[in-house]
């Protein structure tokens, strides 16, 4: 708890205020003491500080400043402003702390003033509680700031002199509560009226009562601490009332308007409202309802405060039983999964076993199925890091797993197929290498290759290289042409022995004629002639001609069996650019045969196939 006084000061010396604050003073004469040499004496514990100007040049500064602006030239003027803040001695501050807090209060209600500030923590009487001493100059040196309690511009003007009014009174004194109650001090209410208590009645009955040893306390305020003690316990008026005629033997007489207390002591009661502010009979009617307010409040608010506290209790022990449920609950959970998993691993690794011993015992065993089969088997640890989809699995049989891993080769074949396309085309040149178109269309066979139809062994064999390819080529041109001999004189004795029975006139040349009777002298005539199987991508356009019947007016039926003879696959006819060829080739063929046979329109074919049949 804070309080705030005011001192006006109209000597001239501004440096005996210097001593005061710095020297010990006798508290009841106000005389300084002094030592066994007479000297005065320094007080053992204090701070002092200036403001605006040297705690030692305090004095003359002051002057120099008042003969500046021509102030304080009568005795009669105020030259400087005493301010005193005391605190309560429980008060938990330090000098340093007290010494800030002046020098704030300076600089927001004298600004531009010098003065000194000092911080004594030995209070009178022996209470021992620090309190502040600011000493100011009451002329301003430099301007100040206008503030709200200021009404002239001289309250805050440079050169002029300090106001004490009331209104700067108030704000300072409602600033001292506002920055104790921050410090977190106990603090009364300074805006409050004082008691009117006469001085010097005060003054002897606190004298009176000192005799008996018990204190210092007058009857006023032995009255007026009785009341406060008893106010926060009772309900009323008359409760009070009966309290202290009771407890205390006072003689109490209440009127309609008025209340006299007298303690047993007393000659003469006296009145409440002589007591000061807040003992006449309204006014404690008053307090005593918001007394009684508060209490109830108080305790409703504790009353409400308790029921929170158990419907929070209680929904934390709902809460925390519920996550108790679910934790066991997921437990039993995890505990029945678990099992399940271990079921299903344990039926899982007998699948497994079974799979790897018939494998095993297999002489053609296969190392890849073997080493999948041991990837398979499940650890007793390592049971929980499975899912039961994962362990639900089947596990391939050694078909299955060489089919995915056909598929899976292929897919890297073909991959490999088409990059070596794609080298090909950019990197073969067709005139210096004849075979690149078909080492480009045995490269589409591989990309356009069904899965489906892929088996281990077609994946596992590897891809020629241009090379590789060539020379394979280079190595069936020659068996080729080795039999293009023989199918050649094959091809002849067959006509021979068609058109034995009626003979026609061929066109044969020197060469096969020797070929042919050198045949005829080699198969016995009694020999069974055997039809030869005619492979017809080894003849051309005009022996195939030849060799097969007039063609219809059904391309699509014509081009099929063109397809079926020379051997064409349906990987092979994938390819765009290869259809293009192979029906290049068969229209070709085709209207070579229709030149041949002159067949202009189908009834002229059924005609000619008429006369081939009877000829035949």
């Given at each position: 708890m804070a309080i705030l006084k005011h001192i006006s000061v109209k000597n001239r010396f501004y440096s005996l205020a210097v001593e005061y604050l710095t020297c010990q003073f006798d508290e009841y004469t106000n005389k300084p003491v002094l030592d066994e040499k007479g000297r005065i004496q320094e007080r053992e514990n204090y701070l002092i500080a200036g403001v605006n100007c040297e705690v030692d040049s305090f004095g003359a500064e002051c002057i120099e400043t008042n003969r500046l602006y021509g102030k304080n030239n009568s005795v009669k003027y105020v030259k400087a402003h005493h301010y005193i803040i005391s605190f309560e001695p429980n008060d938990p501050i330090t000098m340093e702390q007290a010494l800030e807090f002046g020098t704030q209060w300076l600089d927001a209600f004298a600004p531009g003033h010098q003065a000194v500030v000092a911080v004594h923590p030995d209070g009178h009487n022996g209470s021992q509680n620090m309190h502040i001493h600011m000493v100011i100059n009451s002329v301003r040196k430099y301007a100040g700031k206008q503030s709200r309690w200021h009404d002239k511009p001289c309250e805050w003007k440079q050169g002029c002199k300090h106001k004490s009014t009331g209104k700067m009174m108030f704000h300072a004194k409602k600033w001292v509560m506002e920055k104790c109650i921050r410090l977190g001090f106990g603090q009364v209410d300074l805006l409050a009226k004082k008691h009117t208590d006469n001085y010097w009645v005060e003054k002897r009955l606190m004298n009176q009562n000192a005799k008996d040893g018990?204190?210092?306390?007058?009857?006023?305020?032995?009255?007026?601490?009785?009341?406060?003690?008893?106010?926060?316990?009772?309900?009323?008026?008359?409760?009070?009332?009966?309290?202290?005629?009771?407890?205390?033997?006072?003689?109490?007489?209440?009127?309609?308007?008025?209340?006299?207390?007298?303690?047993?002591?007393?000659?003469?009661?006296?009145?409440?409202?002589?007591?000061?502010?807040?003992?006449?009979?309204?006014?404690?009617?008053?307090?005593?309802?918001?007394?009684?307010?508060?209490?109830?409040?108080?305790?409703?608010?504790?009353?409400?405060?308790?029921?929170?506290?158990?419907?929070?209790?209680?929904?934390?022990?709902?809460?925390?039983?519920?996550?108790?449920?679910?934790?066991?609950?997921?437990?039993?959970?995890?505990?029945?999964?678990?099992?399940r998993k271990r079921k299903l691993a344990f039926s899982r690794n007998s699948i497994q076993q079974d799979y790897c011993r018939k494998e095993l015992e297999c002489e053609d065993w296969n190392r890849d199925y073997v080493d999948?089969?041991?990837?398979?088997?499940?650890?007793?640890?390592?049971?929980?890091?499975?899912?039961?989809?994962?362990?639900?699995?089947?596990?391939?049989?050694?078909?299955?797993?060489?089919?995915?891993?056909?598929?899976?080769?292929?897919?890297?074949?073909?991959?490999?197929?088409?990059?070596?396309?794609?080298?090909?085309?950019?990197?073969?040149?067709?005139?210096?290498?004849?075979?690149?178109?078909?080492?480009?269309?045995?490269?589409?066979?591989?990309?356009?290759?069904?899965?489906?139809?892929?088996?281990?062994?077609?994946?596992?064999?590897?891809?020629?290289?241009?090379?590789?390819?060539?020379?394979?080529?280079?190595?069936?041109?020659?068996?080729?042409?080795?039999?293009?001999?023989?199918?050649?004189?094959?091809?002849i004795v067959t006509i021979q022995i068609d058109t034995m029975d009626e003979p026609q006139a061929t066109v044969v040349s020197e060469e096969t004629e020797a070929e042919i009777s050198e045949i005829e002298e080699t198969v016995p005539e009694d020999a069974e002639v055997v039809p030869k199987v005619i492979d017809y991508t080894k003849l051309s356009i005009e022996e195939r001609a030849s060799l097969l019947p007039a063609p219809t007016g059904d391309y699509t039926a014509e081009y099929d069996a063109y397809c079926r003879r020379m051997g064409y696959t349906a990987e092979k006819m994938k390819s765009i650019r290869y259809k293009m060829d192979v029906y290049d080739e068969f229209m070709e063929e085709y209207q070579y045969r229709k030149k041949r046979y002159g067949v202009r329109d189908n009834s002229r074919i059924v005609k000619l196939e008429e006369k081939n049949k009877g000829v035949r």
């Amino acid at each position: 708890m804070a309080i705030l006084k005011h001192i006006s000061v109209k000597n001239r010396f501004y440096s005996l205020a210097v001593e005061y604050l710095t020297c010990q003073f006798d508290e009841y004469t106000n005389k300084p003491v002094l030592d066994e040499k007479g000297r005065i004496q320094e007080r053992e514990n204090y701070l002092i500080a200036g403001v605006n100007c040297e705690v030692d040049s305090f004095g003359a500064e002051c002057i120099e400043t008042n003969r500046l602006y021509g102030k304080n030239n009568s005795v009669k003027y105020v030259k400087a402003h005493h301010y005193i803040i005391s605190f309560e001695p429980n008060d938990p501050i330090t000098m340093e702390q007290a010494l800030e807090f002046g020098t704030q209060w300076l600089d927001a209600f004298a600004p531009g003033h010098q003065a000194v500030v000092a911080v004594h923590p030995d209070g009178h009487n022996g209470s021992q509680n620090m309190h502040i001493h600011m000493v100011i100059n009451s002329v301003r040196k430099y301007a100040g700031k206008q503030s709200r309690w200021h009404d002239k511009p001289c309250e805050w003007k440079q050169g002029c002199k300090h106001k004490s009014t009331g209104k700067m009174m108030f704000h300072a004194k409602k600033w001292v509560m506002e920055k104790c109650i921050r410090l977190g001090f106990g603090q009364v209410d300074l805006l409050a009226k004082k008691h009117t208590d006469n001085y010097w009645v005060e003054k002897r009955l606190m004298n009176q009562n000192a005799k008996d040893g018990v204190g210092v306390t007058s009857n006023r305020e032995l009255i007026r601490d009785t009341i406060d003690k008893l106010l926060p316990f009772v309900d009323s008026f008359e409760q009070l009332v009966e309290c202290l005629q009771f407890m205390y033997g006072w003689k109490i007489r209440v009127t309609n308007k008025t209340v006299t207390f007298s303690t047993p002591d007393m000659k003469q009661g006296i009145r409440g409202n002589k007591l000061g502010e807040g003992y006449g009979k309204t006014e404690l009617v008053d307090r005593i309802a918001k007394i009684v307010a508060e209490r109830n409040a108080e305790k409703e608010a504790r009353r409400i405060a308790e029921e929170e506290a158990r419907v929070k209790a209680e929904a934390l022990a709902r809460e925390e039983a519920a996550r108790k449920e679910k934790e066991l609950q997921e437990e039993r959970k995890q505990t029945e999964l678990l099992a399940r998993k271990r079921k299903l691993a344990f039926s899982r690794n007998s699948i497994q076993q079974d799979y790897c011993r018939k494998e095993l015992e297999c002489e053609d065993w296969n190392r890849d199925y073997v080493d999948y089969l041991q990837s398979q088997f499940i650890k007793v640890n390592d049971i929980a890091r499975f899912t039961e989809e994962e362990l639900v699995v089947p596990i391939m049989s050694r078909e299955e797993f060489e089919r995915q891993q056909a598929v899976e080769l292929y897919q890297e074949k073909a991959a490999k197929a088409r990059e070596l396309w794609e080298d090909a085309l950019k990197g073969i040149s067709s005139v210096t290498h004849k075979w690149k178109w078909e080492y480009m269309d045995y490269l589409e066979g591989i990309k356009y290759q069904d899965t489906a139809d892929v088996t281990l062994e077609m994946a596992k064999e590897e891809i020629m290289s241009y090379e590789e390819f060539a020379e394979l080529k280079e190595a069936e041109k020659e068996i080729q042409e080795q039999d293009s001999d023989i199918a050649e004189a094959s091809k002849i004795v067959t006509i021979q022995i068609d058109t034995m029975d009626e003979p026609q006139a061929t066109v044969v040349s020197e060469e096969t004629e020797a070929e042919i009777s050198e045949i005829e002298e080699t198969v016995p005539e009694d020999a069974e002639v055997v039809p030869k199987v005619i492979d017809y991508t080894k003849l051309s356009i005009e022996e195939r001609a030849s060799l097969l019947p007039a063609p219809t007016g059904d391309y699509t039926a014509e081009y099929d069996a063109y397809c079926r003879r020379m051997g064409y696959t349906a990987e092979k006819m994938k390819s765009i650019r290869y259809k293009m060829d192979v029906y290049d080739e068969f229209m070709e063929e085709y209207q070579y045969r229709k030149k041949r046979y002159g067949v202009r329109d189908n009834s002229r074919i059924v005609k000619l196939e008429e006369k081939n049949k009877g000829v035949r």
